[in-house]
């Protein structure tokens, strides 16, 4: 592996247009507006990649998240392993990390002004920062996840609007949808030295015998019929209601996941983002 490949490893650059999508969901149902939206993306790709490089950097150092006896290499969040070779060092990832902090800060200092906005872009900060010396040896990497991926919508909405029950809503769907999805990813490395260590909700969920398709199906419903009743209550748009669409493809990914993990999880990932593009478009058109 050359240096460019390494960087673009470390980086994770297949998450970004998760990001994307969050932060055009959240400015889609406050009321679209392409300067809020570049806004908010600038932000929020700059402080997820930042965390990306936090992780790589304190997951080495710290011992963290590395091949343990039982463990396997995460396909898609296993960055950290290319430290060891060399290839890229822990300078490296500091340099990066305070390069893109710096870059975000001058453009939230440009763009943000209400207190919602500010409490919204620390809230990401603290995940982004927290979550491999805090959170993660914690057990509470799922809040992180909340905190962090789930915040990008609502973020972006307050760029346009103050922060509101449609803007909690949108925290409280996406954010329980990626929370469970981490758990699920946390699930091959249950048996190693790390989770004997940490109590993780996936721990739990193991102990409980409880398989992954059971969380997949459970978050699906879970999410819908939040979404109904944001729309009854007249705290979200109707087309909040639209990710029912997503439930065949949930239903999917819970019976390929307990047979095929990672094309569960690659299902998976497909269905997170397809509950912010597909009422973000039905917004829109």
């Known amino acids: 592996m050359n240096r460019a490949k390494a960087w673009l490893v470390a980086s994770r650059p297949f998450i970004i247009p998760f990001w994307l999508a969050g932060t055009a969901m959240g400015v889609a149902f406050a009321g679209w507006d392409t300067q809020a939206w570049l806004a908010a993306s600038f932000i929020v790709v700059l402080i997820g990649l930042s965390a990306h490089y936090i992780n790589n ?67 990401g900060l603290t995940a982004a920062i927290g979550y491999t010396d805090f959170f993660k040896p914690k057990g509470f990497g799922e809040i992180a996840l909340f905190l962090g991926h789930g915040g990008v919508a609502p973020f972006a ?52 015998e409880i398989r992954p398709s059971q969380i997949i199906w459970f978050a699906a419903s879970a999410v819908t019929v939040l979404s109904v009743c944001m729309v009854v209550l007249g705290w979200m748009p109707k087309e ?9 493809l949930w239903h999917i990914c819970g019976i390929v996941i307990d047979n ?26």
């Open 57 to 123: 950097w304190r997951d080495y150092t710290k011992g963290l998240d590395k091949l343990e006896e039982g463990s396997k290499p995460k396909v898609y969040t296993a960055a950290n392993q290319i430290l060891p070779t060399g290839i890229l060092s822990v300078e490296d990832m500091q340099m990066a990390a305070v390069f893109c902090l710096v870059i975000a800060f001058i453009i939230a200092g440009v763009f943000l002004r209400r207190i919602d906005q500010i409490l919204m872009f620390l809230a």
């Open 157 to 208: 909405y307050t760029l346009v609007k103050p922060f509101d029950v449609t803007a909690l809503g949108l925290w409280v769907i996406n954010g329980m949808t990626i929370a469970l999805l981490y758990t699920i990813d946390q699930l091959p490395d249950v048996e190693t030295d790390f989770m004997r260590r940490v109590k993780s909700l996936a721990y739990y969920v193991m102990n409980a």
């Open 240 to 248: 909040i209601i639209y990710i029912a669409f997503t439930l065949p």
């Open 260 to 285: 095929d993990f990672e094309k569960g999880v690659f299902i998976g990932l497909i269905g997170y983002f397809l509950i912010m593009v597909i009422p973000t478009v039905a917004l829109l058109l």
